[in-house]
């Protein structure tokens, strides 16, 4: 997160100095396309405050916490970027456990700050009181924020901490609201129709649970239908509208969110809705057989996940998960509904959810960008050395002969001149006659530096080689050790996808229980039914 909001402010602090030196640009775009290592490069040798800042943003992004903290350090004791300086000094102190110096940095981020970054100081002290259980102090923290992301996610936080405290969801609904009108200020808006989605979902499963089924249903309706919390919200709709005996129009919704991956939530219980709302319409036939779909399509999905969790042992979580969901052939007009739709992209989503898993998938993605890196060095380094070869198996022509000519073609243009300098009747031809010989005199000088070098190119085509050879070395080493660390991240990465698709596994067993249960159920009533008509 805070790499994302530095780099926003990149843009707005060196922009005015970008064409006093390029390196400032080239870092600058560098970091915020991903190049971490590029942005350090372009940035080595510039001085003031944006090239600190420059190098403290890449050294973060590459892991080397301790090389940034001093950057970071010498920022805030200066007059630029003390407030994004004091939130990553800050964020390094909460990842480290130090909560009081962390406080103590992210007030200094809030007083010296401006736009994103002081909102994110804010959100962050209100989120350590909230923590600590200080829900007023964390109220007014929020409530001296600018309206936007930060303070409705603080808003949807504190709301979390009013539901599970208190019996009645009252002050949980209106921190609700409060975040709902402060989301719509957002300038980010596929972030801001993301969080608007969630903060309606809780709103309407909180009415629900407190019974106000209409308020329930008017949070829900207004749900985007291309959201990850969709499938959700239209189950909660169901949920509303049962409640209310509208069975048909519950099952519609529950109907709708059948279409979705049965890894989003809501979607497995939609498909026990439905055998139910036809239950309550009383139509039996309909609910076994709804019981019935249902039951088949946990069983496929108990395959799907079976046949993921042996490409995972086959190919690794990395490519099996993230690779192979991420490169999809759908055509362009296909990819925005087909993106919701896949199911191992549902499950890549859901994956996503547990910060461990966030850092694992971070972890290999960012040692694979490093392999990618020291391979294309390593191949630029190999056609480099072949040149070299190939202009050390080229002997040098003689040019020791050639040169006495020219010098001696020289001489006579050098007398013809002082010839001309003589008969020179007006300034202006003086000085012409002036400049052919400055031009002698430096072709002179290029022709006796030509011969010097061409004397002692093999020995410094040697000594190129030499090094190109030593950077190679140095390379592999470097390809060898990020490929271990790749494989221990990946094996960690395996661990932890195998377990989630083992737990979805449980999930859809467990599913299956109570779809066989409903079905015995509805068997023996229709048996009973059978029975007393038979005795009647």
């Known amino acids: 997160m805070i790499l994302i909001a530095t780099t926003l402010l990149l843009s707005v602090t060196v922009s005015a100095r970008a064409d006093e030196d390029p390196a400032i640009g080239l870092a600058s775009f560098a970091l915020a396309s991903g190049s971490p290592e ?26 080397q916490v301790n090389k940034a903290r001093p950057l970071l350090q010498y920022l805030i004791e200066g007059e630029h970027q003390r407030g994004a300086a004091a939130l990553a000094l800050a964020r390094i102190a909460l990842d480290e456990g130090e909560e009081i110096e962390a406080r103590e940095r992210f007030q200094i981020a809030a ?3 401006y736009g994103e970054v002081r909102e994110q100081a804010l959100y962050e002290l ?62 980010v808006s596929e972030r801001s129709r993301n969080l608007r989605s969630q903060l309606l979902v809780r709103a309407g499963y909180l009415s629900y649970q407190n019974e106000e089924y209409e308020k329930a249903i008017d949070f829900l309706d207004q749900v985007s239908l291309d959201s990850y919390h969709t499938p959700r919200a239209l189950y909660f709709h169901g949920l509303a509208l049962t409640a209310r005996d509208n069975h048909r129009a519950a099952m519609q919704s529950w109907h709708r969110a059948k279409k979705y991956p049965l890894a989003y939530p809501g979607v497995q219980e939609a498909w026990l809705g439905m055998g139910r709302g036809y239950d309550l319409s009383g139509y039996l036939g309909q609910a076994g057989e709804a019981y019935l779909a249902a039951n088949a399509s946990y069983e496929g999905e108990r395959v799907t996940l079976r046949n993921l969790a042996s490409q995972i042992r086959q190919d690794g979580a990395w490519k099996s998960m993230v690779q192979d969901a991420r490169d999809s052939e759908a055509q362009w007009f296909l990819s925005d509904s087909r993106t919701l739709t896949q199911p191992r992209m549902a499950y890549l989503f859901r994956f996503m959810e547990d910060p461990a898993a966030q850092d694992a998938v971070g972890n290999v993605s960012a040692l694979a960008r490093v392999e ?16 070299l070869k190939n202009r050390l198996e080229t002997p040098t022509k003689p040019v020791s002969g050639r040169q006495e000519s020219l010098f001696a073609g020289l001489e006579t243009l050098r007398a013809r001149i002082e010839d001309l300098r003589g008969k020179a009747d007006r300034p202006d031809r003086l000085t012409t006659i ?7 005199q430096d072709i002179e000088a290029s022709l006796r530096l030509l011969g010097e070098r061409l004397a002692t190119r093999d020995a410094r085509l040697e000594q190129l080689l030499q090094k190109t050879n030593i950077v190679l070395s140095r390379i592999q080493v470097l390809r060898s050790r990020a490929a271990s660390l790749r494989g221990r991240a990946e094996s960690k990465l395996d661990d932890l996808a195998l377990a989630f698709v083992s737990k979805h596994d449980d999930r859809m067993a467990h599913a299956l229980d109570k779809t066989e249960q409903k079905i015995a159920h509805l068997y023996e009533y229709l048996a009973l039914e059978t029975l007393e008509r038979g005795d009647q």
């Open 111 to 113: 007083d010296a700050g």
């Open 372 to 387: 990618a890196l020291l391979e294309e060095k390593a191949n630029n380094l190999e056609v480099f050395r072949g040149s």
């Open 38 to 63: 590029q942005s350090l490069f372009y940035s080595r040798n510039l001085s003031g405050y944006p090239g600190t800042w420059l190098r403290a943003q890449a050294l973060l992004a590459l892991g």
């Open 126 to 187: 209100a989120e350590l009181a909230r923590r600590a259980g200080h829900r007023d102090m964390t109220g007014r923290i929020l409530s001296g924020m600018e309206a936007g992301y930060w303070a409705a996610l603080g808003y949807m936080n504190l709301a979390a901490d009013y539901s599970k405290r208190d019996l009645n969801p009252a002050r949980a609904l209106v921190a609700l609201r409060v975040a709902l009108a402060m989301s719509e200020h957002d300038t």
């Open 434 to 440: 002036n400049r052919s010989a400055k031009s002698i």
